[in-house]
């Protein structure tokens, strides 16, 4: 079975560019979570969706942060304009239930120069 | 809020060693703990878990008991593999329907040598 797809795996832009991440969850699976891993901070999470509707957003770290789900196999984390402390891991987890992430993905290492 | 602490790493073991990693947490009510573990360049994965009180999860050799009343959530193995080398996280959160914010440590880094 596929596991969570993260999309690219590796990003490296200038400041100032718009990035965009994108997760397919597993099939079947109504909640999805967006979490940053960073050496300095460890794991946040940043948003999570139940039902493609984002239930708890406090983690998103200021207005150039978006993220959306429009439907229950696609979802995509925006930054923009992107600056060098976004850079970080980005993964995406998803799970049945709204408990707790269960499969993450490979995650996107992010750099931005 | 909600919070859990992790012993700070590297362990660094021998092949065969016993392993504790230790896990305490925060929080009002009765979440649910969890184990996940992080291989390089890869993403979390679920361990164990378990979701009450007593409750013993395990999984591949590994295993932790949730014990309320110290609050704590520690990981244990008899006997570490080179393969066991990870990340391993501790995490608090819901059963399906709970009501829980995900939460995790910060990571405790294993590495175990031949």
């Not at chain 1, 402390?85 to 995406?92: E, L, M, N």
């Not at chain 2, 244990?76 to 939460?103: H, N």
């Amino acid at each position: 079975d596929a596991g969570v797809i993260q999309s690219p795996r590796h990003e490296v832009t200038e400041m100032g560019q718009e990035v965009t991440l994108r997760c397919k969850p597993i099939s079947g699976h109504n909640s999805l979570f967006w979490y940053r891993q960073t050496m300095m901070r460890g794991l946040e999470l940043l948003i999570y969706f139940n039902n493609n509707v984002p239930i708890d957003d406090s983690g998103m770290p200021e207005d150039r942060f978006s993220a959306k789900m429009p439907n229950a196999s696609f979802s995509t984390l925006k930054i923009q304009p992107s600056e060098p402390r976004d850079s970080a891991v980005y993964f995406c987890a998803s799970s049945s239930g709204t408990g707790q992430p269960q499969h993450f993905g490979d995650g996107t290492r992010l750099s931005i120069l | 809020g909600n919070s859990v602490t992790q012993m700070e790493g590297p362990v660094t073991l021998s092949e065969e060693a016993f392993l504790t990693i230790n896990c305490t947490y925060t929080a009002t009510g009765y979440p649910s703990l969890f184990w996940y573990v992080q291989y390089p360049g890869e993403g979390l994965q679920l361990l164990l878990k378990a979701t009450k009180a007593d409750d013993k999860g395990s999984n591949k050799g590994f295993e932790a008991t949730y014990r309320k009343e110290t609050t704590s959530f520690h990981l244990e193995k008899g006997s570490v593999q080179v393969s066991d080398s990870a990340v391993y996280f501790c995490a608090l959160g819901g059963p399906s329907g709970g009501s829980y914010i995900p939460t995790f440590g910060r990571g405790t880094s294993l590495i175990v040598h031949p």
